[in-house]
């Protein structure tokens, strides 16, 4: 009956993606989502991203069968060749993030606009700032349906300006972050920040690339409880396994730092990082993560220099639409993370996952991944899982 349970908990998501591929296809061709007035152009783009939980051998009460992880919309906008702007919101539906939980509030998430006619970019507003291979990428590009557990550590959106600039074959992002615009611009923590990207490609051909990245951020954070670094059990879907620093309530200011190499040689890429975080009074913890992915289909992610990050998978083939007839790509993945907070009696948290994606269409992605998650907490016993989740992603 366990078995029988399992299996159709996962053709439901499968023929959810059936339908969703089917209906995508045909949104594109009839539905426009790309407008031209004037000198001004505007594209809409969003993403939902519905998880569900197979199995797991936690307690029940530990347990979510089903998450509305995200679902955004968003504008982005050009006019005339100088000027960009974005907006977007996210429908959260109990998201809980680091330091706060959203409860199906509307949530800003980008909101900027931006100066290219400089050969130095100029950006103000609310948006991500610049730290990390993985955070720096898309929700929708992941190989996994979450990002490593370090990655926790570094910070999310913030209220601010950012400068940019694209060597041939190198990029850097710096910029400086407030507190003081208000929970709604803010991002999830509530901090002041300059934090700053450097990323180089010193061998990039048609087939082969060579990614290598450096970030820092010097933070000060405004929250009365004081601070704490954490990492993450990579899933939204099972709880008591996020693995924890102690909060220390007279800290206040702390940075971090990370160091990332990524190598693709055609369908196959391997990434790397690691993240440190110093604090005072004794605020701090490490933690790294390698990943690789192959898409079995032979589809290329595509490489940005100016932010040195990679897209997601556009299959040659998809099921519907143009070049209809085809099976979609796929792709495979594994990756290891391991997060230590152990200074001041911390936790220490490890994952190991395996992944396989589905693309249909190039609007629709169907994941399944495996995850063994361990944390150890301090002076106490070791608590471990194997969870089985699926994920459907509806983009555009």
């Known amino acids: 009956m366990h078995e029988r349970n399992r299996k159709s908990r996962?053709?439901?998501?499968?023929a959810a993606a059936v339908l969703l591929s089917a209906g995508a296809a045909q949104a594109a061709d009839l539905i426009p989502h790309e407008f031209d007035i004037g000198d001004l152009s505007l594209s809409l783009n969003g993403r939902i991203q519905q998880d569900f939980l197979l199995d797991a051998n936690v307690p029940a009460e530990d347990q979510d069968g089903g998450e509305l992880r995200r679902a955004r919309v968003g504008v982005r906008a050009r006019y005339g060749r100088d000027w960009r702007a974005r907006i977007s919101v996210d429908i959260d539906n109990n998201n809980e993030t680091a330091n706060n939980q959203n409860n199906g509030e509307v949530i800003l998430r980008d909101a900027s606009v931006e100066y290219?006619?400089?050969?130095?970019?100029?950006?103000?507003?609310?948006?991500?700032?610049?730290?990390?291979?993985?955070?720096?990428?898309?929700?929708?590009?992941?190989?996994?349906?979450?990002?490593?557990?370090?990655?926790?550590?570094?910070?999310?959106?913030?209220?601010?300006?950012?400068?940019?600039?694209?060597?041939k074959r190198f990029g850097v992002t710096v910029g400086a972050f407030s507190k003081s615009g208000g929970d709604f611009v803010n991002g999830d923590r509530p901090e002041d920040s300059v934090t700053g990207r450097f990323t180089l490609n010193p061998l990039r051909g048609d087939y082969t690339l060579l990614h290598l990245g450096v970030s820092g951020s010097l933070r000060k954070s405004d929250d009365p409880r004081g601070l704490r670094i954490q990492g993450s059990p990579e899933t939204v879907l099972v709880g008591g396994l996020t693995p924890r620093g102690p909060r220390v309530a007279t800290a206040q200011s702390y940075s971090l730092y990370n160091g990332e190499v990524a190598v693709q040689r055609?369908?196959?890429?391997?990434?790397?990082?690691?993240?440190?975080?110093?604090?005072?009074?004794?605020?701090?913890?490490?933690?790294?993560?390698?990943?690789?992915?192959?898409?079995?289909?032979?589809?290329?992610?595509?490489?940005?220099?100016r932010n040195g990050n990679f897209g997601g998978i556009d299959p040659r083939r998809p099921v519907f639409g143009k070049g209809r007839n085809g099976f979609g790509a796929l792709e495979v993945g594994l990756r290891y993370s391991s997060t230590s907070l152990t200074e001041g009696e911390g936790d220490k948290g490890s994952v190991y996952g395996a992944a396989l994606n589905w693309y249909p269409h190039e609007h629709v992605r169907l994941s399944l991944n495996y995850l063994h998650v361990t944390r150890e907490r301090f002076a106490a016993a070791k608590d471990e899982a194997d969870v089985f989740l699926t994920r459907v992603q509806l983009s555009f």
């Open 266 to 305: 055609g369908p196959l890429l391997v990434q790397a990082e690691y993240i440190v975080a110093n604090g005072e009074d004794g605020v701090g913890g490490d933690g790294y993560y390698i990943e690789g992915s192959w898409a079995l289909t032979g589809e290329r992610r595509d490489y940005s220099t």
């Open 10 to 14: 996962l053709l439901k998501p499968l």
């Open 116 to 167: 290219t006619g400089f050969p130095v970019r100029i950006e103000l507003g609310r948006f991500q700032e610049p730290f990390g291979l993985a955070s720096y990428g898309s929700s929708r590009s992941t190989v996994f349906v979450e990002r490593p557990s370090p990655t926790q550590f570094g910070p999310d959106y913030g209220l601010g300006g950012a400068l940019n600039y694209r060597g």
